[in-house]
């Protein structure tokens, strides 16, 4: 089993600040990660797929960089509905996600 | 616009089972791969189960493997999640989510997701 692991595990940012969250895979996972947000009691949302392409609707102060076993999705500007947990996702070899890492307002 | 709607958890006692829906709508059910993934209360994602578009292959996370199975109704355009000997460890929210891709080459990204249905295994 791939495991990834996230850093830091929780972050505390101003509005406007630029957050750099960091995933690791035991093991290489090609290009083959995702992102995704949870905000509090709801459902995860997608937000890049394949290290580095936006899903559907979401605004591009999200990116996604890295490949094999290290990645980073940045968040050039933080606007209040961005303060969330975020998990990233390998596909590589069936279908793990990480810990988690917990953005919070400072 | 794309719509899953999950119901069917509740409390139950271990050994027990319990059948979870995911009712979907907006889309052509039938095209795409459907998944459930799970998340403990206060804890991360696991995925949980897969199904393929037509229903044909369908695979396992090794923690549900041989307990939990996975099937759909393309006619009602409803996934399912059979859950037996159930366990202490299976309480979560399950959620169940539509692939990112159409057809038979799935690609195990989540790109919409119901709202969760609460399993709680208890005595």
């Known amino acids: 089993e791939i495991v990834l692991t996230q850093s830091p595990a929780a972050l505390s940012l101003s509005l406007g600040e630029r957050a750099t969250l960091s995933c690791r895979a035991s093991?290489?996972?090609?290009?083959?990660l995702a992102w995704y947000q949870q905000r509090p009691g709801q459902a995860p949302r997608l937000l890049i797929y394949?290290?580095?392409n936006r899903a559907t609707g979401i605004p591009a102060r999200f990116s996604g960089s890295g490949s094999g076993t290290d990645f980073t999705l940045t968040i050039s500007s933080l606007e209040p509905e961005d303060f969330a947990v975020y998990y990233c996702?390998?596909?590589?070899?069936?279908?793990?996600f990480g810990p988690g890492t917990k953005v919070d307002i400072k | 616009q794309v719509q899953l709607g999950e119901s069917g958890g509740g409390v139950v006692q271990p050994g027990r089972s319990l059948r979870l829906s995911c009712a979907a709508s907006?889309?052509?059910?039938?095209?795409?791969?459907m998944h459930w993934v799970r998340q403990a209360p206060g804890k991360g994602l696991e995925w949980v189960a897969v199904?393929?578009?037509?229903?044909?292959?369908?695979y396992y996370a090794d923690s549900v493997k041989g307990r939990f199975t996975i099937s759909r109704d393309n006619s009602k355009n409803t996934l399912y999640l059979q859950m037996n000997s159930l366990r202490a460890d299976d309480t979560a929210v399950y959620y169940c989510?539509?692939?990112?891709?159409?057809?038979?080459?799935?690609?195990?990204?989540?790109?919409?997701w119901g709202q969760g249905t609460l399993v709680t295994v208890s005595s």
């Open positions: 199904i393929l578009y037509d229903g044909n292959h369908k």
């Open positions: 989510a539509r692939d990112l891709q159409s057809g038979y080459n799935y690609v195990a990204y989540f790109e919409y």
């Open positions: 093991q290489s996972v090609s290009t083959y």
């Open positions: 907006g889309f052509t059910f039938s095209n795409y791969t």
């Open positions: 394949d290290t580095f």
């Open positions: 996702q390998q596909r590589s070899n069936w279908f793990t």
